[in-house]
């Protein structure tokens, strides 16, 4: 076993268990049940509505019976899910828990990457312990709002990209497990868009990137690994 991995585990634990602590602190001192406000309230809505089976619609808006097509389908898809799962708890307390939850996932995420790019633990346990304490992350989770699932996918597809790119040479031969990281990670990066807007300007880009290294690698020659990469 390399001597560095029991080092990560200990630094993504102790990441998980301070950012839980304080996203649950959060949550709790601003009132995980209170009533949802902004964007928060819409997206709420929206998980309500899938989790009833009625669509994806707004019922407390202008068009009730329409599907809505002002917010991105990805987290409430995540809360509907929660909703159906636990349907005995508070649901604005249930959604602001998924937010708080997903926040505090993304900072081990940080933390795994960074210890990834530069290979230390003390540098990416500082990594991740900067984004459990950003008060923008905090503010965002606890108001129930998309930005933590959405900074969650970005960094983990971004972490696997990175791991099955790491170390490829142009010769070498592509593995099982480097293909799935890719295809799993630009899964990941393609599911951004489905949470935020922001996201889709750069699916060309991913794009672009995807081709590049099958070209490089030269898997242009088996159609399978196409596929799985246009699936992702």
């Known amino acids: 076993m390399s001597r560095t991995r029991p080092s990560i585990q200990w630094v993504l634990l ?6 839980l602590g304080v996203n649950v602190a959060v949550g709790v001192r601003g009132g995980i049940g209170h009533q949802l406000e902004s964007d928060a309230y819409y997206f709420y809505q929206l998980a309500v509505s899938l989790s009833q089976g009625q669509g994806y619609v707004v019922r407390d808006g202008f068009w009730p019976t329409q599907p809505s097509m002002q917010r991105m389908p990805g987290l409430p898809l995540l ?17 602001r828990g998924v937010c708080l939850l997903t926040n505090a996932l993304c900072a081990c995420a940080v933390g795994w990457l960074t210890w990834l790019l530069f290979g230390r633990g003390a540098v990416a346990l500082l990594a991740g ?18 930005e933590p699932l959405f900074n969650l996918l970005c960094v983990t597809g971004a972490g696997l990209v990175f791991l099955a790119l790491r170390g490829a ?4 031969p592509v593995g099982t497990a480097r293909a799935g990281r890719l295809c799993g990670g630009f899964l990941l990066l393609g599911l951004c868009s489905i949470v935020r807007a922001n996201m889709v300007p750069w699916v060309a880009y991913f794009a672009l990137c995807a ?21 992702a």
């Open 79 to 95: 809360v509907a899910g929660a909703l159906k799962l636990a349907p005995a708890l508070p649901p604005t307390a249930l959604m």
């Open 129 to 146: 312990l900067i984004y459990c304490f950003h008060p923008m992350g905090l503010s965002c989770a606890a108001e129930g709002l998309s």
């Open 211 to 231: 081709a590049a290294w099958v070209w490089r690698v030269g898997l242009w020659r088996r159609p399978a690994w196409w596929a799985l990469l246009a699936l």
């Open 169 to 172: 040479a142009g010769d070498a």
């Open 14 to 19: 102790v990441t998980l268990a301070i950012a």
